[in-house]
């Protein structure tokens, strides 16, 4: 199922000013847009029989670049016989932290959520679906050098007085063929796949300065088989909500 999260035409110039360039001496680099880009996240696990649609229904976003998704594969279903290779720890705690805030009473996969609010209806969504624009109060800028990024993170009027962020490293076009579990026999194909989770702690943002984080992967190579993205998230640290995101391919 392909679909499509439309925004308001202010969202739309909007991410159309994330903008990505090359870099002359060989690095990359993307600028945010004047509001919020729609973040997708999803809590599936490859030992979940409810989660294949929702793996897919992820993968329907890969015709809109606007969309910041990521898949967070947990691991609390390995213990059903087959053991998720993309499950993570790291990504069953976050889902655990994210349940104070995202309105969800507990944890559950497939779990979607749409700009941080747990969205239990994403089965009914079907194209168009709007995605109301916010406004930003958080421009960022995303380089990348070598296997360094850079992401300077500059608030404006009305930025939230405490920021926090994450860098999320995905990949496309992974594919899992199940021998065990709930899924037994099945061929899972995956996108948005996170690799690597790393959260960011929360400051204070000056109002005349900028904050520059730094994140170097632990990941080796990207290969074009499965292309790779570098994500960052920034999140107003007491609602949790995103305030903007920006993500490199190159």
């Given at each position: 199922?392909t679909?499509?999260l439309?925004?308001?035409?202010?969202?739309?110039?909007?991410?159309a000013?994330?903008a990505?360039?090359?870099?002359?001496?060989?690095?990359?680099v993307?600028?945010?847009?004047t509001t919020?880009?729609?973040?997708?996240?999803?809590?599936?696990?490859?030992?979940?029989?409810?989660?294949?649609?929702?793996?897919?229904?992820?993968?329907?976003?890969?015709?809109?670049?606007e969309?910041?998704?990521?898949?967070?594969?947990?691991?609390?279903?390995d213990?059903l016989?087959?053991?998720?290779?993309f499950g993570?720890?790291a990504?069953?705690?976050?889902?655990?932290?994210q349940?104070?805030?995202?309105g969800?009473?507990?944890?559950y996969?497939?779990?979607?959520?749409?700009?941080?609010?747990?969205?239990?209806?994403?089965q009914s969504?079907r194209?168009?679906?709007?995605?109301?624009?916010?406004?930003?109060t958080?421009?960022?800028?995303l380089?990348?050098?070598?296997?360094?990024?850079t992401a300077v993170v500059r608030?404006?009027?009305?930025a939230?007085?405490?920021?926090?962020?994450?860098?999320?490293?995905?990949?496309?076009?992974?594919v899992?063929?199940?021998?065990?579990g709930?899924n037994?026999g099945?061929?899972?194909?995956?996108?948005?796949?996170?690799?690597?989770?790393?959260?960011?702690p929360?400051?204070?943002?000056?109002s005349?300065g900028?904050?520059?984080?730094?994140?170097s992967p632990?990941?080796?190579?990207s290969s074009?088989a499965?292309?790779?993205?570098?994500?960052l998230?920034?999140?107003?640290?007491?609602?949790?909500?995103?305030?903007?995101?920006?993500k490199?391919?190159?």
């Open positions: 199922m679909v499509r439309l925004v308001t035409a202010a969202a739309a110039i909007g991410t000013g994330a990505l360039a090359a870099d002359p001496a060989g690095g990359c993307a600028r945010s847009g919020t880009p729609p973040v997708v996240e999803l809590y599936t696990s490859e030992g979940c029989s409810s989660c294949p649609p929702a793996d897919r229904w992820l993968s329907g976003l890969t015709a809109q670049p969309v910041v998704a990521l898949a967070f594969h947990v691991d609390y279903w213990h016989g087959w053991k998720d290779r993570s720890a990504h069953t705690e976050r889902q655990n932290q349940q104070a805030v995202n969800s009473r507990f944890s996969t497939p779990q979607v959520t749409i700009n941080g609010v747990d969205s239990r209806q994403w969504l194209p168009p679906v709007t995605v109301s624009a916010v406004a930003s958080v421009s960022v800028q380089s990348r050098d070598g296997e360094r990024y608030p404006a009027p009305g939230p007085g405490r920021l926090a962020a994450y860098w999320a490293v995905t990949e496309n076009r992974h899992s063929t199940v021998k065990a709930e037994q099945a061929t899972l194909a995956h996108d948005f796949v996170v690799h690597e989770y790393r959260p960011v929360t400051w204070t943002p000056a005349d900028a904050q520059t984080l730094g994140f632990a990941l080796g190579a074009a499965h292309p790779r993205q570098v994500n998230v920034v999140v107003d640290a007491v609602s949790g909500r995103p305030v903007q995101a920006v490199l391919g190159c």
